[in-house]
């Protein structure tokens, strides 16, 4: 049973900064690419970074120079840090996971498998 588990949200001040981490079970994710999206009240869930098995990367152009997606394989753990935060950040962030290793992963969220229960970011102004 593949399980996907965040930590890391909370509340900040436009301007700080949080990490997120999203530790994976159930198999070992080293082949695996994840994707970290978000979802804001009334809005659509969005891609904001994603990280592929290869240690490629990819950001949202919202986020490009203030977010980076990194990994650890050992620990089976994916990061988001996040830098310079605004109040437009705000929402329930998720990690995600396909089926299938040795793929690359994209911003659709439709090509994602698992995913984790979500955790609030906000950030006052």
């Known amino acids: 049973q593949v399980q996907l588990v965040e930590s890391g949200g909370g509340l900040v001040q436009a301007g700080g900064s949080l990490r997120l981490s999203c530790v994976a079970s159930?198999?070992?994710?080293?082949?695996?690419?994840m994707g970290w999206f978000r979802q804001a009240p009334g809005k659509e869930r969005e891609s904001v970074a994603l990280i592929n098995w290869t240690g490629s990367t990819s950001y949202a152009d919202s986020v490009k120079g203030r977010i980076t997606v990194s990994r650890d394989n050992a620990k089976n753990t994916v990061y988001l840090q996040m830098n310079s935060l605004k109040p437009e950040d705000t929402a329930v962030y998720y990690c995600?996971?396909?089926?299938?290793?040795?793929?690359?992963?994209?911003?659709?969220?439709?090509?994602?498998?698992?995913w984790g229960q979500g955790i609030q970011v906000t950030v006052s102004s």
């Open positions: 159930g198999r070992t994710f080293s082949r695996y690419g």
């Open positions: 995600a996971v396909p089926r299938i290793p040795g793929q690359l992963v994209g911003v659709n969220p439709a090509g994602y498998d698992y």
